[in-house]
């Protein structure tokens, strides 16, 4: 297993553990309440372990190998299991939030058992948290010390973005609810308790747009990493047998990258040796970025009365 993919299934099982852990209390404080408030809430963090599991069949997906239908392999398939995990974090999320605030806006009721309420928030509120940290801990050990937003925005593992920015939005989602539910305690005004979850379902919505729009650049397709992309140049350039690169064209392909590359060429003494130097060229950008699964390479010659 990769390291990237080592570090996106570590983050998706704290996600799962959290999630399956807020799941549980919220049950059994619906249980404990007879609130159906409590119970949504419950079947709320339910839907997120499911998106959890679906990134994990992702990944084992994105694994199978190459076939007849398939020559590239199915690595690009996680971005479609992101995509789903977005839409739910979205709909499910964010719009189910914001509809069952409106509601309580129509029809206020006081809240039953605030205490236990306060209780069950506080728990998911420490449990997201130990997610979110175990999330970062997997971003930082690829990120090479890049910013957590031009990580987000340039990383190309569809699955641990979607874990960080869903742990992002759980954690500051939770702590909304919870000072909602704390000024509704406070004041006796119940319309706090349905603003807060407005604004809860509000930013899922939000972070769910972020997350589609990154998701919607990678199925459409995008190049490798920046700082890849240019390190791979840089090492064919510095390569004695090439002159110059007059194009590289690279694409991320799940975990993998593609890389296609147009060379004016040193002069070599036939073509066996020219082939040789290809090689050459083809097994040190592999041995170095072991992800560039495919290499296509086009020699060619300077234009005519120039030197290379």
């Known amino acids: 297993m990769s390291s990237s993919s080592e570090s996106s299934t570590k983050a998706i099982f704290y996600a799962l553990g959290a999630n399956g852990g807020i799941a549980l209390a919220k049950f059994a404080a619906a249980l404990f309440t007879g609130s159906g408030a409590m119970l949504a809430e419950g079947i709320h963090s339910l839907a997120d372990c499911t998106n959890q599991v679906f990134l994990l069949i992702g990944l084992k997906e994105a694994k199978k190998p190459a076939d007849v239908s398939h020559p590239m392999g199915y690595a690009r398939v996680v971005y479609f299991w992101a995509m789903m995990v977005a839409l739910l974090l979205f709909f499910v999320g964010g719009a189910f939030s914001v509809m069952k605030g409106i509601e309580h806006l129509s029809h206020p009721e006081p809240i039953s058992n605030p205490l236990v309420a306060l209780g069950v928030l506080g728990v998911s509120v420490v449990l997201e948290a130990f997610s979110l940290r175990g999330a970062m801990i997997e971003i930082r050990k690829i990120s090479h010390g890049k910013s957590f937003m031009q990580w987000f925005r340039e990383t190309r593992q569809s699955e641990l973005m979607v874990v960080a920015g869903e742990d992002i939005a759980a954690l500051a989602g939770l702590a909304l609810a919870f000072v909602a539910v704390l000024l509704t305690v406070i004041t006796g005004n119940p319309l706090w308790d349905a603003f807060g979850t407005i604004a809860v379902g509000a930013l899922l919505m ?46 991320q392909w799940g975990e993998q990258v593609m890389i296609a590359v147009q060379a004016v060429m040193q002069p070599q003494p036939s073509d066996v040796a020219l082939v040789d130097t ?10 170095r970025w072991p992800q560039v699964r495919w290499c296509f390479f086009e020699p060619d010659h300077p234009p005519r009365g120039q030197n290379p």
Do not use: D, F, W
């Open 278 to 287: 290809i090689n050459q060229i083809e097994a040190q950008i592999q041995e």
């Open 206 to 251: 939000i972070v769910a747009v972020l997350v589609i729009r990154e998701v919607k650049a990678m199925v459409t397709g995008e190049s490798a990493a920046p700082e890849v992309h240019a390190a791979i140049k840089a090492q064919i350039e510095a390569h004695p047998g090439v002159a110059s690169v007059r194009n590289l064209i690279s694409l």
